[in-house]
């Protein structure tokens, strides 16, 4: 596609219309979700990572967002969470292409996945990145994060292959993406529910 002068060219997923509308992933079983993200995983994973956030892009980011507008708990939240994953990346297998967003999901009859789109965060770095934004946000009052990573899991587990390093770290991603919600923030509520969505969190 074309791009002003000096800039690098960007290439585009082949994008084919769809029907339907939004589908809510808590509108679907968590072992379905996963099952989805494996192959999705599949796909990307010879995909060149040229050009894609690499995780110290991601980590910056966060480290800027912490002001002395925050209280003191949420700096901490925060740093915590990026120092814990910075310090498995040091070990870290080679990075692969990631989704890098919350799953934004269609579907043309209102249940089933027919579609996915919202490719702007994308990034390299482990699957465990990906599997613990997933989880995170599929989490609702009906079920705790602990059983909704378990059934995820399930099905991530039957369309692709997740190693011991990445399903450990699993963990620390998730609480890198909910601390990842109280990044520029002041507002006190917002604040609040971020730190209360955290303390459900394994290690949180």
């Not at 995909?47 to 949420?74: E, K, S, Y």
């Not at 990034?123 to 599929?138: V, Y």
């Not at 990842?180 to 955290?198: E, I, N, Q």
């Amino acid at each position: 596609m074309p791009s002003p002068r000096g800039r690098q060219p960007w290439a585009l997923a082949v994008l084919r219309r769809v029907g339907g509308g939004f589908l809510s992933p808590h509108d679907v079983a968590p072992a379905v979700m996963g099952e989805f993200l494996g192959r999705l995983h599949r796909i990307l994973r010879d995909c060149p990572a040229a050009g894609a956030w690499t995780p110290g892009d991601v980590l910056g980011h966060m480290t800027r967002g912490t002001t002395v507008g925050q209280p003191p708990t949420i700096r901490q939240m925060i740093s915590q969470a990026v120092s814990d994953v910075s310090a498995y990346y040091a070990a870290a297998p080679p990075a692969q292409v990631l989704y890098g967003d919350c799953c934004g999901t269609f579907s043309v009859n209102g249940a089933d996945i027919s579609a996915i789109i919202d490719w702007g965060g994308v990034r390299a770095g482990s699957i465990a990145d990906d599997i613990g934004c997933w989880t995170a946000h599929g989490v609702t009052d009906r079920i705790s994060l602990p059983a909704y990573t378990a059934a995820f899991l399930d099905g991530y587990c039957r369309s692709n292959n997740l190693p011991a390093a990445d399903a450990a770290a699993i963990p620390l991603f998730q609480r890198l993406r909910i601390a990842s919600r109280a990044c520029y923030l002041t507002d006190p509520g917002a604040l609040a529910r971020v730190a209360a969505w955290m303390r459900h969190a394994p290690g949180g």
